[in-house]
Antibody, heavy 120, light 107 residues
Framework: EVQLVESGGGLVQPGGSLRLSCAAS????????LNWVRQAPGKGLEWVSY????????YYADSVKGRFTISRDNAKNSLYLQMNSLRAEDTAVYYC?????????????WGQGTLVTVSS | EIVLTQSPGTLSLSPGERATLSCRAS???????LAWYQQKPGQAPRLLIYGASSRATGIPDRFSGSGSGTDFTLTISRLEPEDFAVYYCQHYGSSFTFGPGTKVDIK
């Protein structure tokens, strides 16, 4: 069974940092690209960042570019999101999601999310 | 950057009725890159449709997707109680844009 489990969320002050993790199981992690997607309270979905299977291709939303860094460790079946210079508007549930596969353009498995709250 | 617009914002229907949800792109996009998701309160999104018209694994055939160019449609042929949720379209390009969502609620 495919599973994605996010962790690392919590309360952080504006300007602070946080590192999110996503532990994967049930599939060949190194073969799949992954995304981080967030959802502010009561709002819609916002894509945050994408990383290809080999980490050779990385994209960021303009809203986080220069502040967030996506990475993965295929040996540990883990995806990460390093978040620096956090702002109140970064408050959201952060989901990791697996791209369905090479040649497919959708995310077929999602974690349950981890809540990040940026507040003083 | 492609912007997706979804309409209506809220759709109030009764179980058994047909739901038609629209997703419009600010410029023409490849159908291959258009996906639909369902999200219920407190849950992660669930992939329904990819490539504009292909159902994801385990998705009932009452869900169908269509469209091309700038106009795409998600149709739920007969609403079941579990279908009342928010639906998002997504362009899976270099910016992976989501639409604002359509809420389907019980009339």
């Amino acid at each position: 069974e495919v599973q994605l489990v996010e962790s690392g969320g919590g309360l952080v002050q504006p300007g602070g940092s946080l590192r999110l993790s996503c532990a994967a199981s049930g599939f060949t992690f190194s073969s799949y690209s992954l995304n981080w997607v967030r959802q502010a309270p009561g709002k819609g979905l916002e894509w945050v960042s994408y990383i290809s299977s080999s980490s050779s291709t990385i994209y960021y939303a303009d809203s986080v570019k220069g502040r967030f860094t996506i990475s993965r460790d295929n040996a540990k079946n883990s995806l990460y999101l390093q978040m620096n210079s956090l702002r109140a508007e970064d408050t959201a549930v952060y989901y990791c999601a697996r791209r369905k596969g090479s040649g497919y353009y959708a995310d077929d498995y999602w974690g349950q999310g981890t809540l990040v709250t940026v507040s003083s | 950057e492609i912007v997706l617009t979804q309409s209506p914002g809220t759709l109030s229907l009764s179980p058994g009725e047909r739901a038609t949800l629209s997703c419009r792109a600010s410029q023409s996009v490849s159908s291959s890159f258009l996906a639909w998701y369902q999200q219920k309160p407190g849950q992660a999104p669930r992939l329904l449709i990819y490539g504009a018209s292909s159902r994801a694994t385990g998705i009932p055939d009452r869900f169908s997707g269509s469209g091309s160019g700038t106009d795409f449609t998600l149709t739920i042929s007969r609403l079941e109680p579990e279908d009342f949720a928010v639906y998002y379209c997504q362009h899976y390009g270099s910016s992976f844009t989501f639409g604002p969502g359509t809420k389907v609620d019980i009339k």
